[in-house]
């Protein structure tokens, strides 16, 4: 089943990650016709291939399965996967849409349109060269650490769900170190804050040391930590209690020492001393950034991107509805949140909408 093949849907929603999902879900329970366009072969956008989640360490696969799950099954939805949106148009009643699938191009129609399409990570091969990253196999980005502990392969070695391994030969490694804010608060590549960046390492600092037990030495570098929002503080207690190390520090290189081993060289704030932190996992926590479709879809749909690249929104107190009237972006396509924020704005943008179609 899925909402009719023929004729304008009530929602078109370009993505189908936690924003996407939320928009469909709470359109859907209002009795809405929605269509979800998808590039990948799955729902959950990035989410899908995390571990487990801050705070509370609840497992990933609990959050995006009953949204998954509640949105396939309602008779209200169709889902278009491996269909990426290449050109879109119109305005409220009169929005098109041009989706790429393998069988090819076709456009479909809707009276409003969510931009769900979420975010990149920050290219660091070709942008943060001092870190090395992509010319050592244990230098990764959290997002390939949550792939490592999801059992998932890539670059990392892919052992049973939850464990912590080392992409040079699989063994558990022995000293762990995490960087955070690369390539963000930083002119020379991008000055925002990338808003989960403390939280994402914090959490996975404290799985590491959960897993691998107290032997294994788990460091954090960091500029301050931003680490705000309820049970936040608390899992940065947890980690600290832990014996995880935070230096006040951003590392000034990292070398590469032998097939197994990196360091670090950290000047640290506190201490005001040159250190070396020797470690065989470098786990990088790098910005976030807009999706390279960004600026083609803003100027067929007539609204502005700002300074960060992300989509704006009409105004900074207005955060979903655009320039373009039907028009609406839920979760990071206009700035980056942590999931609850995300499924708070998607269910604001879901509100919007239904409003809209009322005549309102
Ligand atoms: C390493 C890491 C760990 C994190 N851990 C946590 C955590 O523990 N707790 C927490 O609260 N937050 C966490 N976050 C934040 C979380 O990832 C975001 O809040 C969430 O992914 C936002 O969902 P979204 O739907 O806005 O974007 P995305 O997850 O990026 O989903 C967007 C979707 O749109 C699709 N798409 C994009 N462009 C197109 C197009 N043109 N056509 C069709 N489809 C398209 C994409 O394929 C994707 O499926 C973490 C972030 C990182 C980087
Ligand atoms: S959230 Fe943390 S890691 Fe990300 S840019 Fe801000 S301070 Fe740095």
Redesign the pocket.
């Known amino acids: 089943m899925g909402a009719p093949e023929s004729g304008p849907v009530d929602c078109l929603i370009?993505?189908?990650?936690?924003?996407?999902?939320?928009a469909a879900r709470e359109l859907s329970r209002l009795g809405h016709s929605v269509m979800i366009?998808?590039?990948?072969d799955h729902?959950?956008?990035?989410?899908?291939h995390?571990y487990?989640?801050?705070?509370i360490q609840t497992l990933?696969v609990d959050v995006v399965k009953p949204l998954v799950d509640e949105v396939t099954r309602s008779p209200q939805v169709r889902t278009l996967l491996r269909?990426?949106?290449?050109g879109a148009a119109g305005r409220f009643g009169e929005f098109s849409i041009t989706?790429r699938d393998p069988s090819g191009q076709h456009t479909h129609h809707a009276k409003t349109l969510i931009l769900?399409?979420?975010?990149?990570?920050y290219d660091m091969a070709n942008h943060v060269f001092e870190y090395n990253y992509s010319k050592h196999p244990n230098i990764l980005?959290?997002?390939e650490?949550?792939r490592i502990a999801l059992g998932e392969h890539g670059r990392g070695g892919g052992g049973p769900q939850g464990t912590v391994t080392r992409p040079s030969d699989g063994r558990v490694p022995e000293s762990v170190s995490f960087v955070l804010c690369v390539g963000s608060r930083d002119e020379t590549n991008n000055v925002w804050c990338?808003e989960?960046?403390c939280?994402?390492a914090i959490?996975q600092a404290l799985h590491v040391k959960e897993v691998l037990g107290p032997d294994v030495t788990v460091t954090v570098c960091l500029i301050d930590i931003r680490a705000h929002g309820r049970l936040s503080e608390e899992m940065y207690r947890r980690c600290r209690d832990k014996g995880v190390t935070f230096l006040r520090g951003r590392p000034s290189s990292i070398d590469l020492l032998d097939e197994h081993f990196l360091s670090l060289k950290v000047f640290d704030q506190v201490t005001q001393k040159l250190l070396e932190v020797r470690a065989d996992l470098v786990v990088l926590?790098p910005t976030?950034v807009p999706?390279s479709?960004t600026v083609l879809?803003s100027e067929q749909l007539r609204i502005p991107v700002g300074a960060d690249g992300f989509f704006e929104t009409q105004d900074y107190f207005a955060p979903v509805t655009t320039a373009t009237d039907g028009l609406y972006v839920?979760?990071?396509?206009s700035g980056?949140?942590?999931?609850?924020?995300?499924m708070s704005h998607?269910g604001l943008a879901a509100v919007n909408v239904a409003a809209r179609l009322r005549g309102h």
Do not use: Q, W
């Open positions: 370009v993505g189908g990650g936690i924003a996407g999902l939320t366009a998808e590039m990948a729902l959950g956008g990035h989410v899908a995390y487990n989640l801050f705070p990933a269909s990426e949106v290449i989706t769900a399409t979420g975010f990149e990570i980005t959290g997002s650490l949550e990338c989960v960046g939280k994402v959490n926590e976030l999706r479709g879809l839920a979760g990071c396509t980056t949140r942590d999931i609850p924020a995300t998607a």
